[in-house]
């Protein structure tokens, strides 16, 4: 089983940065593959980036492919995967979830409680 805990997000203006993190416990991330999702109310659960098990593939949603970026701290088996997201925009605002053992673009069992990433215009 692998613990995840998401922090970073908070109120930013259009154009602007922030980075997420999820840091992982309990299982290595080198056993799943992590990601991040993020949901608005009254929609779906949607997508963002993720990492392949291996670390060597990475996806991207269409809407924030070239603005965001996942990465992950290798220096130890469990630790953390980070979300830097640039070039914010309003329909980016959303709870972001941190998710692990999904396969690509589907999610996993795992969901971490949430961060809110609010883009004022």
């Known amino acids: 089983q692998v613990q995840l805990v998401e922090s970073g997000g908070g109120l930013v203006q259009a154009g602007g940065s922030l980075r997420l993190s999820c840091a992982a416990s309990g299982r290595t991330f080198r056993d799943y593959a992590i990601g991040w999702f993020r949901q608005v109310p009254g929609k779906d659960r949607e997508f963002v980036a993720t990492f392949t098990r291996s670390g060597g593939v990475t996806y991207y949603a269409a809407s924030v492919k070239g603005r965001f970026t996942i990465s992950r701290d290798n220096a130890q088996d469990t630790g953390t995967v980070y979300l830097q997201m640039n070039s914010l925009k309003p329909e980016d605002t959303a709870v972001y979830y941190c998710?692990?053992?999904?396969?690509?673009?589907?999610?996993?069992?795992?969901w971490g409680q949430g961060t809110q990433v609010t883009v004022s215009s």
């Open positions: 998710n692990a053992g999904g396969i690509a673009t589907m999610p996993g069992a795992y």
